[in-house]
């Protein structure tokens, strides 16, 4: 998100905790062994208290405060400014903005279902809810691992082949910001681009390339290598189940679908910058919409920099950057939209979020409703 937590985060295979491989793997319903993550390494309690997760906080916040400080004349300002922002629109923002979650829920149970596992609606929203709140409060996109850990103790799913579906619509969301930010970033600059959105281009480029070499790689060479490789059979077995999680929840017939589920995931996210900017009201900042959609497809792309929960920091000085170098925004304007968009896309996972995780029997272990 324009900062939010999820979005278009690092793939399963790119996180920094990847779930151990126990010398004796369990069983599972599916077939085979599969790799082991206990409650123990996914505790919040216990990563919250990790110097790795302290440090990954305390560096942003401490680089955000040296910024607030140095510009404390122009940034005075900005409180003020957030406060006279239209609650009505405001609010609007809000709501567009959770509208993406049933709509995200659907579409990790449509790729379940390639899989051969069905799940309802309800129970994969819920569960992916409660993984974004870890991805909002520790780094490493550990909320990744924890989605998969919660759906393998509420079920029989295989946790490898879970993790091919995230890793697979990890790839959508990828796919999705990288077309439709070229689309929107030159819709935005048609009477030409600056220096600065030339290089963004390149690096929409060159993501799109990267992302279709490494499937075409996966598909048709992906075994071979890791066959080749001097590594443990059960590693080999743990890639098969994620490589297949991975192309058979994707299949032709159901592809079209899921591609109109992501854009209209990424026109939420786009709206409800928009609708952030439009509460503002900020006199000469005319964003538009394609303008929304760019700036907020940027800042998803930087929360797939793993090295602060919910890519504190870097989301909001690319946001904050975008906005004053390619649009003109002044600083206090510009801080003012990125604090508010991300008040909306992060502090308030982390209240509803606990409060879902309090009441939630998922982390319990307490199973799914019937699939719909």
């Known amino acids: 998100m324009a900062g939010g937590p999820d979005g278009p985060p690092a793939s399963p295979s790119m996180t920094a905790t990847a779930p151990a491989i126990p010398a004796a793997p369990a069983a599972t319903s599916t077939g085979g062994p599969d790799p082991e993550v206990t409650a123990d390494q996914l505790s919040l309690a ?19 405060v040296i910024f607030a400080w140095l510009n404390g ?6 409180p003020g400014l957030i406060l006279k922002a239209n609650p009505a629109l405001a609010a609007l923002a809000f709501m567009v903005f959770y509208m993406g979650f049933p709509l995200r829920g659907f579409r990790w149970a449509t790729l379940l279902r390639g899989t051969g596992f069905r799940i309802a609606t309800r129970d994969a929203m819920e569960i992916l809810f409660l993984s974004w709140l870890v991805n909002c409060v520790v780094p490493a996109k550990l909320g990744d691992v924890y989605r998969a850990w919660l759906l393998k103790i509420n079920s029989t799913a295989s946790l490898s082949r879970t993790f091919g579906t ?6 959508l969301d990828l796919f999705a910001i990288a077309t439709l930010g070229l689309a929107a970033g030159w819709w935005s600059f048609r009477d030409g681009l600056p220096p600065a959105i030339q290089a963004v281009f390149i690096v929409g480029f060159i993501v799109v390339g ?7 790689t ?29 192309f058979s929840s994707v299949g032709m017939r159901a592809l079209p679908g899921l591609v109109v589920i992501t854009g209209v995931i990424w026109a939420t996210e786009a709206s409800r910058l928009y609708l952030v900017v439009q509460a503002l009201a900020f006199p000469g900042v005319q964003l538009g919409l394609s303008g929304a959609f760019f700036v907020a497809l940027i800042g998803s792309l930087l929360t797939a920099v793993p090295l602060s929960p919910a890519g504190l920091g870097f989301v909001e000085a690319g946001v904050v950057g975008v906005l004053t170098v390619a649009y003109g925004v002044p600083l206090p304007e510009a801080t003012a939209i990125a604090l508010l968009d991300r008040v909306i896309s992060v502090f308030s996972i982390i209240v509803l979020g606990a409060i879902a ?8 272990g307490a199973g799914l409703a019937s699939p719909a």
């Open 46 to 64: 216990r990563r919250l208290r990790q110097p790795r997760t302290i440090v990954s906080i305390a560096v942003p916040l401490g680089i955000i």
């Open 210 to 216: 990267g992302l279709g070499l490494g499937l075409f």
């Open 357 to 364: 995780y309090a009441l939630s029997s998922k982390p319990r």
């Open 166 to 171: 995230v890793f697979i619509e990890r790839v």
């Open 218 to 246: 996966m598909r048709n060479f992906g075994r071979r290598i890791m066959v080749a490789l001097p590594i443990p059979g059960r590693v080999v077995e743990f890639y098969d189940r994620f490589e297949e999680g991975v």
């Open 73 to 78: 004349d122009q940034l005075s300002r900005v």
